[in-house]
């Protein structure tokens, strides 16, 4: 069975309500009916003003329990906005969708998507709250390039280890930390990729991190490559830490972070050659990283924990 433990430390003002059976894969069918029934009967009991549900296939679990009840329910979509999710749960979303009292976009793009679609009516984009980064000015910055993030395929962290490579910046370092997901183990496959490039001493695969804020700190550069997105939270962290970010304009998120040449530089998908440049330029101009990083820390106050929590409350509680 699948646990359904709590993986976060959470304030002892959030009450979980917990089902007492696990899920059980091999009875999918039989343990998504009881899920839905213990959604309802636990809605009911609690008698809430609003309701607030995450996730696309969530969503849909959600509005279908709690079908012909008398509570707001408020969705939101957490990853790429346009993505596929196989035709039983792309047809739900079609049906369900518009029921929702309303529809939260993490970023202009998924409105856009979720307009067309006609998924509601009732649309308001809030971005992901980015959390405080201490910076300590005494810290001496290195030269290092910076990406943060799961290894999956999406991310495209050998695009960025060849890009690093072709920039010919003796005394830089690309630092990559993330650690293996999806099943998948691209940790060895990218560490062999910078052995065969003879790139050891200057390209460094670090795994998972406890402390990346420390990476965020030493590093002068972050770099995104990602080709798809719900909202790029690293790329704001690396904003909040006031560092020069560069990344492809990939749906959905780095377009709602990064206004082009002023906070960072946002690159057309796939533009190689743009990328090599501009990261090149980044490397050799250091009143220009400075310039951009001051530039990130400003835009990113908009996405503020206590103002992202503020819109999320007003848009749930409208009348």
Known sequence: GRSRTVEFDISNKIKVHTPNFEFNPQKR?????RTMLFIRKTIKEINPYTILSFGEFWNNLVLLSLRGLKYPVY???????????????????????????????????AMEIASEKKWNSNIA?????????????????????????????????????EMFGKC?????????????????NLLEEYRTLVKKMGMENRIKLVGTQKNVDEYYRKSKIFAFTSSSEGFP????????????????????????????????????????????EKLKLLMSNQDLREKLGKAARE???????SKIAQRYYDFITQK
Not at 135 to 142: A, P, S, T, V
Not at 168 to 184: P, Q, R, S, T
């Open 125 to 161: 984009v809030i971005g992901n709250p980015i959390r405080e980064i201490e910076i300590q000015n005494d810290q001496q910055k290195e030269n290092i390039v910076l990406t943060v993030g799961r290894l999956i395929k999406t991310k495209h962290i050998d695009r960025l280890i």
């Open 75 to 109: 969705i939101s979509d957490r990853s790429q906005p346009n993505k596929n999710l196989g035709r039983v749960q792309n047809l739900l979303r079609n049906t369900q969708y518009p029921k929702a009292a309303g529809y939260i976009a993490q970023t202009e793009k």
């Open 299 to 305: 835009k990113i106050k908009e996405f503020e924990v």
């Open 29 to 33: 069918n039989v343990s998504t009916l």
């Open 168 to 184: 010919n910046f003796e005394n830089w370092e690309l630092i990559i930390v993330g650690g293996n997901a999806k099943k998948m």
């Open 233 to 276: 939270n690293v790329l704001g962290e690396a904003m909040a830490a006031g560092r020069a970010v560069i990344s492809f304009d990939c749906v959905a998120g780095p377009s709602d972070l990064i206004d082009d040449g002023v906070n960072g530089f946002l690159i057309p998908e796939n533009d190689h050659e743009q990328y090599i």
